[in-house]
């Protein structure tokens, strides 16, 4: 294929609701396709579920961002200060020892003892939104600030910093904010977490790092700048992702008031719910990006060694030899065959608390304010077009 011939890769949305039409078209006539990247790169890009479940469960594709053939969809900010790689960059063995020793911090068992914690900051913010002016922002109000609370007090990261960090990883996650400001936020964000980590060095908190710090301590594998990227990339992973869920789940649970109502009716049906509006948003859509480390043939298609591939997630879960349907938004399928949360070795480490925190937000704000509607027309919603993250950048609610 000549270099003119080889598409450019839709990035945003035209529906709300759906991917761009060109990636449902890739699927259905080209599954594994190569394309010119936003940076002028080309890659492969995979949009058929089984083939993202292979290419994510194969050692040959490598995570490491470094590697000259990675396919950024974005110019590279540099991954690290210390230039030590974050867990989602480890391969091997060595992703595997980086997650063995945090993955009991993200057990269902351990999500399942903050949700009483997790009820309680949810009703406190609800209490807030009632007693305040009508409308309101439902993205300030509830959707950021539970999820940045939440991960918060986990990791131990003071909750009046809040602000700094979100507008640094809000920077960090646009694909049109300029090479400098993306660098700036990124070594602010940094040198912050530099101090917090020192912190808990000389005085370890009964939190996620305090505990790690003692924990490797006595396993004599401690190592400051590998705390500090664990830290970081904790960070703006757990609360990026889940504030973008909640608005985005809410908002179609309002478009569905007869879909709501059965939620309403039977709370036991909100962890199918969410697995469903999971599957449907894949809100990290083009987040999931690899490299071939030797030649690999997948879905007939020969990948030379380093070549990029990316992920279509977004494409992968409406495959309708997966899932029936698959462009409706069914609340009771319940598949939890999806690949939102990615798969394989890399599969999100926080997904059990982000079900746990959707569940209880989903369950409590329409029990606690069931008269909830938009503020403004649906046309009017800023939908989140310019980030590698989907979501809403403001959503306005009344009652």
């Known amino acids: 294929m000549n270099a003119d011939a080889i598409p450019t890769l839709t990035i945003a949305r035209t529906c709300p609701y759906a991917p761009p039409a060109q990636h449902r078209t890739l699927r259905q006539e080209a599954p594994v396709a190569k394309v010119k990247l936003p940076t002028g790169a ?20 490598s995570a490491s961002r470094k590697h000259p053939g990675f396919p950024h969809l974005s110019p590279l900010v540099a991954p690290a200060l210390n230039g030590k790689p974050l867990l989602i960059e480890m391969d091997g063995q060595e992703h595997a020892a980086a997650r063995r020793a945090v993955v009991g911090e993200f057990t269902v068992k351990r999500a399942a003892a903050l949700a009483p914690r997790i009820q309680q900051i949810v009703d406190e913010h609800i209490d807030a939104m009632l007693a305040g002016p009508r409308p309101v922002d439902l993205v300030q109000a509830l959707s950021l600030p539970v999820p940045s609370l939440v991960i918060c007090e986990l990791l131990g990261v003071p909750y009046s910093d809040h602000g700094f960090f979100q507008a640094r990883s809000a920077t960090l996650v646009s694909r ?48 400051h700048e590998s705390m500090l990227n664990l830290a970081f990339i904790l960070l703006i992973a757990g609360h990026e992702t889940t504030a973008n869920m909640i608005s985005l789940s809410t908002l179609s649970l309002l478009k569905h008031p007869e879909k709501l109502a059965a939620l309403r009716q039977d709370p036991e049906k909100t962890l199918a719910a969410v697995e469903e509006l999971l599957r449907y948003f894949t809100i990290a859509e083009l987040g999931v990006g690899r490299v071939a480390t030797e030649d690999v043939e997948l879905g007939g298609v020969l990948i030379r060694a380093g070549e990029g591939v990316v992920v279509l ?54 029990r606690r304010i069931p008269e909830l509607r938009l503020a403004v027309p649906e046309e009017e919603l800023p939908f989140k077009s310019d980030a590698l993250v989907y979501g809403l950048h403001e959503f306005p609610v009344t009652w």
């Not at 890659?43 to 194969?58: G, K, M, N, P, Y």
């Open 42 to 61: 080309t890659a492969w890009v995979v949009t058929r579920h089984e083939d993202i479940r292979t290419l994510l469960s194969d050692p040959r594709f």
């Open 176 to 223: 049109n904010a300029p090479l400098e400001e993306k660098g700036l936020a990124f070594f602010e964000l940094l040198s912050y977490l530099d101090k917090l980590v020192t912190d808990k060095e000389q005085n370890p908190t009964d939190d996620l790092l305090g505990r790690q710090v003692l924990k490797l301590r006595e396993e004599g594998a401690y190592d």
């Open 313 to 366: 997630a977004n494409i992968g879960n409406r495959d309708p030899e997966v899932f029936q349907n698959a462009d409706e938004l069914d609340l009771e399928r319940g598949a939890r065959n999806h690949v939102a949360f990615g798969f394989g070795a890399h599969q999100c480490l926080g997904q059990n608390l982000a079900r746990i925190e959707l569940q209880i937000v989903l369950d409590t704000l329409f």
